[in-house]
């Protein structure tokens, strides 16, 4: 706490604030942002600016909190901080603690769970008002780009309030303790009103004008993450600060001065709204104008003019109603517009009206229940931060729960089958994806179910051509070509392949005919950016893509410079072009460089783009994925069309289209042949990009390019029928996508094994906390689970479960067992059913869980099961390099030691070797 004493004449003058009563005008301008941000979320065209109203938010909340603050200096001549912060937990706290717990429940029963781990960071993030700068990170990173919104993705505004709510008090602190000087009479400081509001102004101009300098510059360099940082928006908090140090002198303003500030600061706000859009860069300058509208409007209803002038428009009863409600509307609407675009699909403009229009109720209702009376509830400084504290700590418990509860079923993963060591065959012994397509036109149309397929749909997302991980996948900034070399270095043929990261997606078919070829392949691709001669748009087309263009003249150069490759392979998406040339004239402007450099070439055409998150669908609708099949007209709406123009118009261009080993029918499928087809809404999985290999082989190999027959797999006409397992258990089978530290599984381990004697199609299946002997509710899971794991066709199924739920008793255990055992034998009547003792003859494991691990026993030896004793060395709490740092789940050591174990006994179960 900042203690300094001012002297009653000084006190009457300190900061020129009076103590006022309510500003309706104020109110008013706050239903006007809200109402701007909402209308704009809703869809509506005639606000396409409308997220400025978070703007106008910033400078209203810099003028009132920044007010609060000098009336509390000037009539107690000390601001306190614990008091300042105990303040803002009353007042944010509760009403936002609310929605993120109603959020994290909601992603649990509503959202897919793909995207459950990403939520729940986010509500994390939210909690602790960092957020901004996780969205930031997401913004930059190309990868991100094609996710859906998250359903927290507002709380970016509440962060950047609350980091300079962090700096802001205690600078005017520092301010106060600068103006006090030393009295003779009193041991007391005093503070001289002139020389705090001088250091006030100073401390307020060294926030603001270097934030705004930042924001012009890092809007035109990094737009995206511009958008979410706290420094390019301090600064318009600070104008709402500024305009609260100086009311005094503004309020002094005469009445026609106020009333034309105030229409003009309210056309200023209406005129962002209706002509910015999301191709405004933004904020940068562009923000000045609703931010100067905003403090326009405050200014002109000072000294007592907040019902004239435009502050009688602003100060009508549905306006200030609108107004007291509009934290909580802000916090309620978005969560609601995102959840009911995932259950109805693209909102249409009547459904996000009536979605917008329906917030209103919860936002009423937290605003009379929770947020006003806990607001005035009477209570100490310490003990109001106490329950902030605890309140953030709830969230961010409620956020890792999202991630540890026990999650719905996932089809399973196809494992599949390899050639036994020293087979001169290193191919699989099964064709899978466009391989399989190659030989069984029939795995291209689209079913309804499919047992087993890879990558998972929770795995597909990280399925990325390693030129990311390898960090040659340039980012926007960059500018200088750097290439990954794959397959053979110095190899007498060399391909590259050119263009942004549709171009990248291909690596993965091109490495494999690198290596089965002796080729060198070097890729040179850059995020957003193909390889075109024109300059082209970049962040929603708000700027110039400059970088694009230095990379690829860059980029050209080393291709026709003395290193050039033996053949160039150029492909990309379409983007918006400068308008000195069309995107096509671009394309061939750069191809006829390659072309008048003697440098052979090929367009690659652009992948069918489905347009939907094809992971996100799969895993939504595992018993009709035909819901997640496009229809392939619409897919082909993609970069194919123009570059078949800048062929046309260049003429003798050859031109390798793929698409009928992505997209056969008239349909797109999901997953074709066991692979999932798309990571995301227009980039192929690198599985499926591997099974390409020989087609693209196949075609390069019409143009030109020595490719050798690589040894194939088996045709299905041939291969014997792969024996069905289904692993059933808890966060030991389900590794890390259940919260586990593992990268690897034992399940996928010991199918590799089993191969080498026979096919195997591994389904696994499972949900954290004790698995399928979980009681009451959480058993519900497994009701789904083995519906869809478990077909007629099975031949074998294991369960396994450590019983480490301290809520179940032995009677409760053998129950659920029992029904799991019998549900599954009637599922599939022929299997066998293998169950895994648990930890139960460890000495450190309590004597409940003993009496649980025998119930179970009885339960699968009455449903005619094998049971298998407890094995002592499958679990180890003595060998910490097998144990995560979670201290319970295992490493990718760990799942290979349990691998080890538990191989045999299945291999018997099977009646293999």
């Known amino acids: 706490m900042a203690q300094l004493t001012l002297s009653r004449s000084q006190s009457k003058q300190f900061g020129g604030v009076k103590k006022s009563g309510f500003r309706p005008d104020v109110q008013g301008l706050r239903a006007l942002a809200v109402l701007l941000v909402l209308v704009y979320h809703a869809g509506a065209t005639v606000f396409p600016g409308g997220f400025v109203g978070v703007d106008v938010f910033f400078v209203i909340s810099g003028f009132l909190i920044t007010g609060i603050l000098l009336k509390e200096a000037a009539s107690s001549n000390s601001?306190?901080?614990?008091?300042?912060?105990?303040?803002?937990?009353?007042?944010?706290?509760?009403?936002?603690?609310?929605?993120?717990?109603?959020?994290?429940?909601?992603?649990?029963?509503?959202?897919?769970?793909?995207?459950?781990?990403?939520?729940a960071w986010q509500i994390m993030a939210s909690a602790f008002n960092v957020v901004n700068w996780l969205f930031a990170g997401s913004a930059v990173d190309y990868l991100n780009n094609d996710e859906a919104a998250s359903p927290v993705q507002h709380f970016w505004t509440l962060a950047v309030e609350e980091q300079f709510y962090l700096l802001w008090p205690l600078l005017l602190a520092g301010c106060l303790f600068l103006a006090g000087g030393r009295s003779r009479r009193q041991r007391r400081r005093r503070v001289d009103s002139v020389k705090f509001k001088r250091w006030a102004t100073i401390a307020v101009l060294a926030v603001t004008v270097p934030s705004l300098g930042f924001s012009a510059y890092y809007t035109a360099a990094n737009p995206g993450a511009a958008y979410f940082v706290s420094t390019t928006r301090l600064w318009e908090l600070g104008i709402g600060a500024m305009v609260a140090i100086f009311a005094p002198q503004l309020q002094r303003l005469g009445g026609n001065t106020s009333r034309l500030l105030g229409w003009g600061g309210l056309a200023a706000?209406?005129?962002?709204?209706?002509?910015?859009?999301?191709?405004?860069?933004?904020?940068?300058?562009?923000?000045?104008?609703?931010?100067?509208?905003?403090?326009?409007?405050?200014?002109?209803?000072?000294?007592?003019?907040?019902?004239?002038?435009?502050?009688?428009?602003?100060?009508?009863?549905?306006?200030?109603?609108?107004?007291?409600?509009?934290?909580?509307?802000?916090?309620w609407h978005w969560p609601m517009i995102v959840i009911g675009t995932y259950l109805l699909g693209q909102l249409q403009l009547h459904q996000g009206l009536l979605i917008v229009a329906a917030s209103f109720v919860p936002a009423y209702l937290s605003y009379r229940y929770v947020e006003t009376p806990l607001k005035d509830f009477q209570q100490s400084d310490g003990d109001a931060l106490q329950v902030g504290a605890v309140a953030i700590l709830v969230t961010a418990v409620m956020a890792v729960g999202i991630m540890v509860l026990p999650k719905p079923a996932e089809q399973g993963v196809y494992v599949p089958p390899v050639a036994s060591p020293g087979s001169a065959v290193s191919a699989p012994v099964a064709l899978v994806g466009a391989e399989l397509l190659a030989k069984d036109p029939s795995v291209g149309e689209p079913k309804d179910v499919v047992d087993a397929f890879m990558p998972s749909a929770l795995e597909a997302a990280n399925d990325n051509p390693t030129v990311y991980k390898d960090g040659c996948h340039q980012a926007v900034t960059e500018v200088e070509p750097e290439a990954c070399t794959y397959g053979k270095s110095g190899a007498d043929y060399r391909v590259a392949v050119v263009g942004d990261s549709h171009a990248a997606q291909w690596v993965p078919a091109l490495t494999r005919l690198a290596k089965e070829n002796a080729w060198q392949v070097d890729s040179y691709t850059k995020s957003s950016c193909p390889f075109v001669g024109t300059p082209i748009m970049a962040e929603g087309n708000t700027r110039v893509y400059d970088e694009c263009t230095t990379w690829n003249s860059n980029v050209t150069k080393a291709l026709t410079g003395p290193e050039r490759p033996d053949l160039v392979l150029v492909t990309g998406q379409s983007y918006q072009t400068t308008g000195e040339q069309s995107f096509a004239q671009g394309l061939e402007s750069a191809w006829t460089r390659l072309r008048e450099a003697s440098v052979p070439f090929a367009v690659l055409m652009d992948t069918p783009r489905p347009g939907i998150n094809v992971p996100e669908c799969v895993s939504t609708n595992p018993q009709s994925l035909t819901k997640c099949a496009v229809d392939r007209e619409k897919a082909m709406a993609n970069g194919s069309a123009v570059q078949r123009e800048a062929a046309?118009?260049?003429?003798?261009?050859?031109?390798?289209?793929?698409?009928?080993?992505?997209?056969?029918?008239?349909?797109?499928?999901?997953?074709?042949?066991?692979?999932?087809?798309?990571?995301?809404?227009?980039?192929?999985?690198?599985?499926?990009?591997?099974?390409?290999?020989?087609?693209?082989?196949?075609?390069?190999?019409?143009?030109?390019?020595?490719?050798?027959?690589?040894?194939?797999?088996?045709?299905?006409?041939?291969?014997?029928?792969?024996?069905?397992?289904?692993?059933?258990?808890?966060?030991?089978?389900?590794?890390?996508?259940?919260?586990?530290?593992?990268?690897?599984?034992?399940?996928?381990?010991?199918?590799?094994?089993?191969?080498?004697?026979?096919?195997?199609?591994?389904?696994?299946?499972?949900?954290?906390?004790?698995?399928?002997?979980?009681?009451?509710?959480?058993?519900?899971?497994?009701?789904?689970?083995?519906?869809?794991?478990?077909?007629?066709?099975?031949?074998?199924?294991?369960?396994?479960?450590?019983?480490?739920?301290?809520?179940?008793?032995?009677?409760?255990?053998?129950?659920?067992?029992?029904?799991?055992?019998?549900?599954?034998?009637?599922?599939?009547?022929?299997?066998?059913?293998?169950?895994?003792?648990?930890?139960?003859?460890?000495?450190?494991?309590?004597?409940?869980?003993?009496?649980?691990?025998?119930?179970?026993?009885?339960?699968?030896?009455?449903?005619?099961?094998?049971?298998?004793?407890?094995?002592?060395?499958?679990?180890?709490?003595?060998?910490?390099?097998?144990?995560?740092?979670?201290?319970?789940?295992?490493?990718?050591?760990?799942?290979?030691?349990?691998?080890?174990?538990?191989?045999?006994?299945?291999?018997?179960?099977?009646?293999?070797?």
């Open 79 to 119: 601001i306190s901080i614990t008091g300042f912060y105990a303040r803002r937990a009353k007042r944010i706290l509760p009403a936002s603690t609310l929605v993120l717990i109603v959020v994290a429940a909601a992603t649990f029963f509503i959202l897919p769970r793909t995207r459950w781990d990403d939520t």
């Open 648 to 913: 046309g118009a260049m003429g003798k261009v050859e031109e390798v289209d793929m698409t009928d080993s992505i997209c056969p029918g008239t349909r797109c499928a999901p997953i074709v042949g066991k692979v999932l087809v798309y990571r995301d809404s227009n980039h192929l999985t690198a599985t499926y990009s591997t099974t390409l290999g020989p087609a693209l082989g196949a075609r390069l190999a019409e143009i030109g390019a020595p490719v050798v027959k690589a040894p194939t797999a088996s045709a299905p006409a041939t291969q014997t029928d792969p024996k069905l397992v289904t692993v059933v258990g808890d966060s030991y089978v389900a590794g890390s996508d259940m919260g586990g530290v593992s990268t690897t599984n034992w399940t996928s381990l010991v199918a590799q094994q089993l191969q080498v004697s026979g096919p195997i199609s591994l389904s696994r299946s499972a949900a954290g906390g004790s698995g399928y002997v979980a009681p009451g509710p959480k058993n519900i899971v497994f009701d789904e689970l083995l519906t869809t794991s478990i077909g007629p066709k099975t031949d074998l199924i294991v369960f396994f479960g450590s019983i480490n739920d301290s809520g179940a008793n032995s009677a409760q255990v053998g129950m659920a067992a029992a029904k799991a055992y019998a549900d599954a034998k009637k599922l599939a009547p022929n299997a066998k059913l293998v169950v895994f003792g648990p930890a139960w003859s460890n000495p450190k494991v309590p004597a409940k869980i003993i009496a649980n691990s025998q119930a179970l026993r009885s339960a699968a030896e009455a449903a005619g099961a094998t049971w298998i004793d407890p094995i002592a060395e499958l679990w180890f709490f003595d060998k910490p390099s097998l144990i995560g740092t979670d201290k319970t789940h295992p490493t990718d050591e760990g799942h290979a030691y349990m691998a080890k174990q538990i191989l045999p006994h299945l291999a018997a179960a099977l009646g293999k070797p």
């Open 269 to 331: 706000i209406l005129m962002a709204g209706v002509s910015y859009s999301s191709s405004t860069p933004f904020p940068g300058v562009a923000a000045c104008v609703p931010t100067l509208g905003a403090a326009a409007v405050i200014i002109a209803g000072m000294g007592g003019r907040d019902r004239l002038g435009v502050g009688r428009i602003l100060s009508v009863s549905p306006a200030t109603r609108i107004g007291d409600i509009s934290y909580s509307l802000y916090l």
